[in-house]
């Protein structure tokens, strides 16, 4: 049976662009009212227009990078709505280097957007998960569970996602929140192509990812959206 989710709240970041917009138009799809963040105000309009309910739809461009467009986050969506029930951590971004090549800056930026922004959000928005037994679903990658040459800095920011998602699910547990996170292999979105792959470089890079695959092929938003919703739901309670 189908629950009801009408006046349910969702926070969605990187909702501008593949796996967070899928994740925005899967939560409005079940009845979920939506907070969608990116910097892009353009493409969250966009977004907003793929969405069942354009009114249950609250657009707020910010960076996850910068604590008071955080807060604003917070702030404006219990404003609007008046709870909070999940938070969607799935902006994110990735970039080459190795332990040669990776600035300073390089490595700051990727912990700041990867790791910085989802714990700053989680932390601003726990009072209102803990009011409503809420959950928290960090998009990790398969690359915080397995190393991969040449994106050190993105493997290192996946795997402190991941240890931060334990240690808070087992921290909030007691206040009945839940925290989760997913952990793709590759999914085809704008993430490769906004790091510098060009064309010809992304199609190689999909072809050859078909042998890495077990099932011989590449995923697709959607289906890392319904897993994001189940554990984001009340049904993974
Ligand atoms: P996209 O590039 O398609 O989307 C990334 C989203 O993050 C965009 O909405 C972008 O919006 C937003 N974003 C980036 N930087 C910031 C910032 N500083 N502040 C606010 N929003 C920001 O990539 P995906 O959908 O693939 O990526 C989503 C998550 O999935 C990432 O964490 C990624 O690491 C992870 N992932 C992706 C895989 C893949 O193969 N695609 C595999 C495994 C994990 P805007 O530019 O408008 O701010």
């Given at each position: 049976?189908?629950?009801?989710?009408?006046?349910?709240?969702?926070?969605?970041?990187?909702?501008?662009?593949?796996?967070?917009?899928?994740?925005?138009?899967?939560?409005?799809?079940?009845?979920?009212?939506?907070?969608?963040?990116?910097?892009?105000?353009?493409?969250?309009?966009?977004?907003?227009?793929?969405?069942?309910?354009?009114?249950?739809?609250?657009?707020?461009?910010?960076?996850?990078?910068?604590?008071?467009?955080?807060?604003?986050?917070?702030?404006?969506?219990?404003?609007?709505?008046?709870?909070?029930?999940?938070?969607?951590?799935?902006?994110?971004?990735i970039?080459s280097?190795?332990?040669?090549?990776?600035?300073?800056?390089?490595?700051?930026?990727?912990?700041?957007?990867?790791?910085?922004?989802?714990?700053?959000?989680?932390?601003?928005?726990?009072?209102?998960?803990?009011?409503?037994?809420?959950?928290?679903?960090?998009?990790?990658?398969?690359?915080?569970?397995?190393?991969?040459?040449?994106?050190?800095?993105?493997?290192?920011?996946?795997?402190?996602?991941?240890?931060?998602?334990?240690?808070?699910?087992?921290?909030?547990?007691?206040?009945?929140?839940?925290?989760?996170?997913?952990?793709?292999?590759?999914?085809?979105?704008?993430l490769h192509r906004r790091s510098g792959m060009d064309e010809d470089k992304y199609?190689?890079f999909?072809?050859?990812?078909?042998?890495?695959?077990?099932?011989?092929?590449?995923?697709?938003?959607?289906?890392?959206?319904?897993?994001?919703?189940?554990?984001?739901?009340?049904?993974?309670?």
């Amino acid at each position: 049976m189908k629950s009801d989710m009408t006046g349910k709240v969702a926070i969605i970041t990187g909702a501008s662009s593949g796996i967070g917009k899928a994740s925005a138009i899967k939560f409005s799809q079940e009845g979920y009212k939506v907070t969608i963040v990116a910097r892009d105000k353009k493409n969250l309009e966009a977004t907003r227009q793929d969405m069942v309910s354009p009114d249950d739809v609250l657009i707020i461009p910010a960076d996850v990078t910068n604590e008071s467009n955080i807060e604003k986050v917070v702030a404006s969506t219990v404003q609007k709505w008046g709870r909070i029930d999940v938070v969607v951590n799935a902006a994110g971004i990735i970039g080459s280097g190795t332990i040669q090549t990776t600035t300073l800056s390089d490595w700051d930026y990727m912990m700041n957007v990867n790791v910085c922004g989802p714990f700053y959000l989680i932390q601003q928005a726990l009072p209102y998960l803990i009011e409503q037994k809420g959950a928290v679903v960090n998009v990790s990658s398969v690359t915080g569970l397995r190393a991969f040459p040449g994106i050190l800095a993105y493997c290192t920011s996946k795997a402190a996602i991941d240890q931060l998602t334990r240690c808070l699910a087992l921290e909030l547990a007691k206040d009945g929140v839940r925290v989760n996170a997913v952990n793709p292999g590759v999914v085809v979105t704008q993430l490769h192509r906004r790091s510098g792959m060009d064309e010809d470089k992304y199609a190689a890079f999909l072809e050859h990812s078909k042998t890495t695959h077990p099932l011989g092929r590449v995923g697709k938003p959607e289906e890392i959206a319904d897993l994001i919703y189940f554990l984001g739901s009340p049904q993974s309670a």
